[in-house]
């Protein structure tokens, strides 16, 4: 059992940066790939970008490629994602999200965390 805990969301203006962290409890945080999804009003929930355990593999969704970054502190229990140049369409609920293997689709993830919000102002 893995429990996940985002935090770092918040209001920003477009063009600004945010780090969100996801803190994991339980047994071998490192032996689970971490992924970053997002959901905005009135739509469904998408990939934002997965890592492996190791850190040495990662992956993003087109919208945030060279704008996001995903990282992994094994040894703190913590996912990060640094959101760098945002826009107002990055407005969403983040979610951090666990899986034993690396994966870009939500329905392959064993768990999620909470959420927390990110409002980015034009």
């Given at each position: 059992q893995v429990q996940l805990v985002e935090s770092g969301g918040g209001l920003?203006?477009?063009?600004g940066s945010l780090r969100l962290s996801c803190a994991?409890?339980?047994?071998?945080?490192?032996?689970?790939?971490?992924?970053?999804?997002?959901?905005a009003p009135g739509k469904?929930?998408?990939f934002v970008a997965a890592i492996n355990?190791?850190?040495?593999?990662?992956?993003y969704?087109?919208?945030?490629?060279?704008?996001?970054?995903?990282s992994r502190d094994n040894a703190k229990n913590t996912v990060y994602l640094q959101m760098n140049f945002l826009k107002p369409e990055d407005t969403a609920v983040y979610y951090c999200a666990a899986v034993?293997?690396?994966a870009t689709t939500e329905y392959d993830y064993d768990y999620w965390g909470l959420g927390t919000r990110v409002t980015v102002s034009s």
């Amino acid at each position: 059992q893995v429990q996940l805990v985002e935090s770092g969301g918040g209001l920003v203006q477009a063009g600004g940066s945010l780090r969100l962290s996801c803190a994991a409890s339980g047994r071998s945080f490192s032996t689970y790939a971490m992924g970053w999804f997002r959901q905005a009003p009135g739509k469904e929930r998408e990939f934002v970008a997965a890592i492996n355990w190791s850190g040495g593999s990662t992956h993003y969704a087109d919208s945030v490629k060279g704008r996001f970054t995903i990282s992994r502190d094994n040894a703190k229990n913590t996912v990060y994602l640094q959101m760098n140049f945002l826009k107002p369409e990055d407005t969403a609920v983040y979610y951090c999200a666990a899986v034993r293997r690396v994966a870009t689709t939500e329905y392959d993830y064993d768990y999620w965390g909470l959420g927390t919000r990110v409002t980015v102002s034009s």
